[in-house]
């Protein structure tokens, strides 16, 4: 049973939704960065997909040089604040550490990175500059994060960049998708700010990219194309019942959580279906906005479901409920949703089969789908040459250029769905194969 008070001012919202890794004061960062044994070969160097040079970081701390701490994590990682905040560090740079296998606490990595990077966006520190004009244009779709960092890198590079991103903001589900316990708007938005200022690329906002025509106008336009589209809205499930009021998806509720924050109405009982880490969020954050009944269903059993472990025990200590083996359906009701039909599952021969005759109803007043986000086919189907798989991937090479050489791409759009760290990390790569995509021809 959830027991959050609903939100009804901005105030109660940061008090329910309060910050999962706040941010450091001098003395803590003093005291944690004493702590690193500034290994040699570091393994959770390793761990980061952008390989930040976290000893190094972390001395820089230490020695009070917190502004070079910054720019090595930048220098690294264009979006480095937001992934202070919001990466799994505990899987990657963090789970890592060498403490893991003593029984000591490990390195807090993320925030002492998000003690460097805050005080340069803070106090708006310039630290890079676009680089000598090489006369080339590049057209980027989507600012998210890896449309924002493929932009960075090229206008050090030397190249002028204008992004056309279908929103009104930037930094894509790092400020429309991200729960909001990891990071606040305000935080997102600051440092896209202040990338945008000190490197001077365009964003049109509002304006998606959707027809041949306006492809084949960035093709004559540009001299070469990043496609950093990410991935598309909740999949439909194709149930009896689905389009029903009351019905949502993860991704579209998320969003509207994050543009509203208490403004949002959520009803006392809410029934959210699948086993992802987005299942996760958004069970935890229907509990955070005063719904009194959560409840995770997830057609197999807990082992199996995708969400890290600490996603899921962040939602059960949120207040959220959890059942496992039983499977969707039918959305009951008259009009709206008042229930979900389930029926239990079990595996057999390693196959997951229903159970004859095991159909319950449980009640509910909303019902969020959490199985995973639709692709951006019919949209990738209008440029020529683009190869994607069967799961609507875009296929690319080791510099991420895709099977139409004008263009690159990066992100979920490429990966399928993984994290900020990595579209940031894919889309900078790409912008260093745009360059030499640039330079030869
Ligand atoms: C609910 C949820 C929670 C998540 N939580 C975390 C987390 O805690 N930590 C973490 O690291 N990662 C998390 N992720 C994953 C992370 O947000 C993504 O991996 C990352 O944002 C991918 O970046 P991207 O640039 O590839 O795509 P996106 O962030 O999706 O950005 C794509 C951008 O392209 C724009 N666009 C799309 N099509 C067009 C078009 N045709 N024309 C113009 N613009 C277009 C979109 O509007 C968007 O702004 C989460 C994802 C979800 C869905
Ligand atoms: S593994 Fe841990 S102790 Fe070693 S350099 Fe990294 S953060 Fe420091």
Redesign the pocket.
């Known amino acids: 049973m959830a027991e959050y008070t609903r939100p009804k001012t901005e105030a109660e919202f940061e008090v329910n939704f309060s910050q999962k890794k706040p941010l450091m004061n001098a003395t803590e960062a003093f005291y944690e960065s004493s702590r690193c044994l500034f290994c040699y070969d570091a393994p959770c160097m390793h761990a980061c997909p952008t390989h930040i040079d976290i000893p190094l970081f972390i001395k820089q701390i230490h020695t009070g040089n917190t502004i070079g701490a910054a720019e090595t994590i930048f220098e690294a990682n264009w979006l480095g604040n937001a992934?202070g905040k919001?990466?799994?560090t505990t899987e990657l740079c963090e789970g890592s550490c060498v403490y893991e296998n003593q029984n000591v606490p490990v390195i807090q990595i993320g925030r002492l990175q998000n003690f460097a990077t805050d005080k340069v966006i803070k106090e708006n520190k310039k630290l890079f500059s676009p680089g000598k004009s090489t006369g080339k244009k590049v057209a980027i779709?989507?600012?998210?994060?890896?449309?924002?960092a493929c932009a960075c890198e090229l206008r050090v590079l030397g190249h002028e960049v204008d992004i056309?991103?279908?929103?009104e903001k930037?930094?894509?589900?790092?400020v429309?998708?991200?729960?909001p316990y990891?990071i606040t708007n305000k935080e997102v938005l600051d440092e896209m700010e202040y990338l945008q200022e000190q490197l001077d690329y365009t964003i049109h906002y509002n304006?998606?990219?959707?027809t041949k025509e306006q492809i084949q106008e960035l093709e004559t336009n540009y001299d070469a194309i990043f496609l950093?589209?990410?991935?598309g809205p909740t999949a439909t499930l194709g149930l009896p019942g689905e389009d029903k009021d009351d019905v949502i998806g993860?991704?579209e509720f998320?969003e509207e959580l994050r543009m509203k924050h208490h403004e949002i109405q959520i009803p006392d009982t809410v029934i959210v279906i699948g086993g992802g880490?987005?299942a996760m969020?958004?069970a935890s954050e229907s509990a955070k906005l005063g719904a009194k009944q959560v409840t995770l269903v997830y057609r197999r059993d807990k082992d199996s479901m995708g969400a890290y472990a600490f996603e899921y025990n962040y939602s059960i200590a949120s207040g959220v409920d959890s059942l496992f083996n039983a499977t969707p359906v039918e959305i009951v009701g008259n009009g709206k949703a008042t229930g979900v039909k389930f029926v239990k599952t079990h595996v057999v021969d390693g196959k997951l089969e229903s159970i004859d005759g095991s159909e319950f109803v449980l009640d509910c007043d909303l019902v969020i789908k959490a199985t995973g986000?639709a692709k951006?086919g019919n949209?990738l189907s209008n440029i020529d040459g683009l190869t994607v798989d069967r799961r609507t991937k875009i296929q690319v090479n080791d510099q991420y250029q895709t099977t139409n050489p004008k263009y690159f791409a990066?992100?979920?759009?490429v990966n399928g769905?993984?994290?900020?760290?990595?579209?940031a990390y894919e889309?900078k790569m790409a912008a260093i194969g745009i360059d030499l995509y640039l330079n030869i021809v």
Request: hydrophobic residues 40%; negative net charge.
């Open positions: 992934c919001v990466c799994p779709v989507g600012a998210g994060p890896a449309g924002i056309f991103e279908a929103k930037p930094s894509g589900l790092t429309y998708g991200i729960a990891k304006h998606a990219i959707t950093g589209v990410g991935i993860a991704v998320i880490n987005t969020d958004a986000q951006q949209f990066g992100g979920d759009a769905g993984a994290e900020v760290v990595n579209g889309g």
